[in-house]
């Protein structure tokens, strides 16, 4: 079972950027489909992004395209997201997860069996 540890998060202005990194524990990360989500207080878990097994399909929720970008390196076992211009309403918990089985990229939480702990990204106005 792969374990996922998600880094990178911090607190930061408005309009600043941020890099998370999600580390697999296991050298077969390049077989997972993974996916971003994020939760902010009081709000349900919400959809970011995703990316394919080889990083050459990306899927990326409208309410961040165009300042959000995910990437990975299979030699490396982590996943990457690129957080620019962010914005208060970026505030959230920010959790990567992973999947072995589907084949198509997926934007629901069911679609992913195994979760990291969360990293918290602060944006300030």
């Known amino acids: 079972q792969v374990q996922l540890v998600e880094s990178g998060g911090g607190l930061v202005q408005a309009g600043g950027s941020l890099r998370l990194s999600c580390a697999a524990s296991?050298?077969?990360?390049?077989?997972?489909?993974v996916g971003w989500f994020r939760q902010a207080p009081g709000k349900e878990r919400e959809f970011v992004a995703a990316?394919?097994?080889?990083?050459?399909?990306?899927d990326v929720a409208d309410s961040v395209k165009g300042r959000f970008t995910i990437s990975r390196d299979n030699a490396k076992n982590t996943v990457y997201m690129q957080l620019n211009s962010l914005k208060p309403e970026d505030t959230a918990v920010y959790y990567c997860a992973a999947d072995r089985i589907g084949t198509l990229l997926s934007r629901s939480r069911n679609g992913y069996p195994y979760w990291g702990q969360g990293t918290q990204v602060t944006v300030s106005s």
């Open positions: 990316i394919s097994r080889s990083g050459g399909g990306s």
């Open positions: 296991e050298g077969t990360f390049s077989l997972y489909r």
